[in-house]
């Protein structure tokens, strides 16, 4: 967030219903899903500029961080490029953000009446507030889940919650809460201050939001590395006295606009339903953000390319994507489906597809819609025959945290692609390691190809099984989909029992 199966041929009369809707073989102004998915493998091997222009704006622009003068250099890119690229419909979509800035930061520990203070290597997570000055009992809340948090309740008012950022020790069914999460538990119950341990060894900083909502928290929440981590936690063993973290910090927060970019192909025969392909542009400002989102944004932009170089015109329109303020909270993604709720647009919506660190799919996710799942099975069986090498794993998941979250939340479909990354790549999550000597242009070039082979389906088909659910269709789904609790923590479970 796996089947072989022979396609049909033209000379086959008798297609199953849950094909016969979207293989256009018998239409014959149209091309057959088959020869269109070769034609968009043939060119993304030959012609994709995903990597090179990844490479480009990495160098030229650096960091994206949304209300920067790069975030604004990123979105003119965007532009520039779409334009290029042949659309003539490119425009911008600004929305008012807060826009957080780190300044200085400190983080001192210290046995209780002592002065032995030990200066430890930190880094602000964002949204922490402009200023704050605290010192309090350091209280190890180990993996910050729920139960370990409720397991310490009476112990957590005032004092400083260290906790991990992953699991340290993964306990069985246990899903991982997002660090946003873990400090809205934090100040739930009491906490001054939040001291997050990054898991990757070899003294790794990790930045991030901190903030469910994208505005501003009431308490300082840092990252130490695990070398830091182990550190402090072993100082605790060895103490008689209580360990205490003094935190002190100031970071700048103001409102600016930053500005989503779009490029709209039009449908042929229903440009009224509409696909959305997006990904994030902005990018945290300790590297360059080439894996997180270099990898999804310009593939988003380089599938734009490749349908305009093949001529596609598919039956719905579609909109390709670049989204800002996403790791500030998902406030361009949060801002598009406003926009199309204003507009009386979001039922037009007929899918999102979201590419996020996207890289070399194995298969696709129908998250968690089994009424898809006849149509993406015939769509890889289709993806594998014109590409043998693509594994073909069907995954039906739904999780939270990126752009297609707003969307979710509203009953539009959501689909993705189940891919992977290095554990090496992935070390540098959100770190000053992400560059782009992290990207393989071989599994960038597959996220394209694979990408646009199911958007075009898609986009194509006669018609989509899946339709946007009701209020109460979309409780119960996320119920299901396990994703009741994590919305409750972040205030945005709308649902009153």
Known sequence: MHRTFTVPRLRLVLFTLSSAGFITAFNPDKLPLEKAFTRINNEVQQHSKAYETLSDASQRIGHRLTGSTNGSRAEEYAHALLTQYGFDNVRYEPFE??????????????????????????????????????????????????????????????????????????????????????????????????????????????????????????????????ESGQAIRGWMEEERERLHAVIDMTNTSRKIRARNVIA???????????????????????????????????????????????????????????????????????????????????????????????????????????????FLTTVGETMKQVEPAFANQMLNQAGLHSDHQPFMLEGVPVVGMNGHLDRSVLDCYHANC???????????KNTVRYASMLLYALADADDIPTRRQTDTQTRDYLVAQGLRTPLQIANEWRWKE
């Open 97 to 226: 953000v807060e826009a957080w800035g780190r300044d200085t930061v400190t983080l001192a520990v210290v046995p209780n009446r002592s002065d032995n203070f030990r200066e430890v290597p930190v880094v602000a997570l964002a949204h922490s507030p402009v200023e704050a000055h605290i010192k309090g009992e350091i209280i190890d809340v180990g993996n910050g889940l729920e139960g370990d948090f409720a397991g310490l309740r009476d112990k957590i008012k005032g004092k400083v919650v260290l906790v991990n950022i992953g699991l340290a020790a993964p306990t069985k069914g246990a899903r991982n809460l997002h660090r946003s999460e873990k400090t809205a538990l934090a100040i739930q119950y009491g906490a001054t201050g939040v001291i997050m341990v990054n898991l990757v060894p070899g003294n790794v900083l990790l930045t991030g939001t901190a903030s469910v909502t994208g505005k501003l928290i009431p308490i300082p929440s840092v990252c130490v590395s695990l």
């Open 264 to 374: 709209t192909l039009r449908g042929s025969k229903l440009p009224n339903e509409k696909i959305i392909v997006g990904g994030h542009l902005d990018s945290w400002d300790l590297a360059t953000g080439a894996i997180d989102n270099g990898i999804g944004s310009f593939a988003v932009m380089d599938i734009a390319r490749t349908f305009r170089a093949l001529k596609l015109k598919p039956k719905r329109t579609i909109e390709f994507v670049l989204f800002m303020g996403e790791e500030q909270g998902l406030l361009g993604s949060r801002a598009s489906v406003d926009n199309l709720k204003k507009s009386g647009q979001l039922d037009r919506v007929r899918y999102m597809m979201n590419l996020d660190m996207t890289n070399d799919p194995s298969g696709l996710n129908a998250f968690g819609r089994t009424d898809i799942l006849p």
């Open 434 to 444: 992400d560059r782009i000597d992290l990207v393989n242009p071989d599994q960038l």
